[in-house]
């Protein structure tokens, strides 16, 4: 277990619809990123909040947009489902400290189906 | 663009048989590479993490990757798997000036008693 929480574990969609998944981060983090994995695939990076601040986006289309809380805690939301959404969405929370790297820790993950 | 190349997709072992799970990068800059594993039902984990220094890293459960810089790789062994190690691993590598990981595709490997 990592503290990293996610919710919901499950969830299904129909195409067109919006989804919102949430991240609780781990106690002390102030940084999260959130990655899809698709079936078969590795995680690629979405983006990442710090301060509240996108901090980072992967090549992924603007209908992907997320929050990040003055607790840290965090959300995805994402747009217009398409078909190809359809993935387990993973977050990562750290601790952001001047410019070297800090290890992310994952949550379980909200495996999303669009149908 | 940065990419990490996993070379064996499914590797299906015997008790104590010896472990390598290729990892290739395509970066020339300075890097920090992962690896990274998931059992069955449970979150991604960090096995073991290269920033610098000994090339030769050890990690948790017997696991160790040796960083070859002129190879641009980053390989995973362990000397005797066990039927425990029945997992999905991923490599991973970070560069630049935050936290995103490029990840492979993830190599699914099974270990039969």
């Known amino acids: 277990e990592t503290g990293v929480t996610q919710s919901p574990t499950h969830l299904i969609k129909t195409r067109g619809q919006q989804v919102t998944l949430r991240c609780s981060s781990q106690?002390?983090?102030?940084?999260v990123s959130w990655y899809q994995q698709a079936l078969g695939q590795g995680p690629q990076f979405i983006f990442q909040y710090y301060r509240e601040e996108e901090n980072g986006r992967g090549n992924f289309p603007p209908r992907f947009s997320g929050l990040q809380f003055p607790n840290y805690s965090s959300e995805l939301n994402v747009n217009a489902l398409e078909l190809d959404d359809s993935a387990l969405y993973l977050c990562?929370?750290?601790?952001?400290?001047?410019?070297?790297?800090?290890?992310?820790?994952f949550g379980p993950g909200t495996r999303l189906t669009v149908l | 663009a940065q990419s990490v190349s996993q070379h064996n997709h499914h590797v299906i072992l015997s008790e104590a048989a010896s472990l390598e799970l290729g990892c290739n990068y395509s970066y020339g800059g300075t890097v920090n590479l992962f690896w990274y594993v998931q059992y069955p039902g449970q979150h991604l984990q960090l096995l073991l993490k290269?920033?610098?220094?000994?090339?030769l890293v050890k990690g948790i459960k017997g696991f160790e990757a040796e960083f070859i810089k002129s190879k641009f790789s980053f390989n995973l062994r362990k000397p005797s798997v066990q039927w425990s190690d029945t997992a999905e691993y991923f490599c991973?590598?970070?560069?630049?000036?935050?936290?995103?990981?490029?990840f492979g595709a993830g190599t699914r490997l099974a270990v039969h008693p």
């Open positions: 290269y920033f610098s220094g000994d090339p």
């Open positions: 106690s002390g983090h102030n940084t």
């Open positions: 991973a590598v970070n560069s630049g000036g935050y936290n995103k990981l490029i």
């Open positions: 990562a929370s750290s601790m952001t400290s001047g410019r070297s790297y800090n290890e992310q820790f």
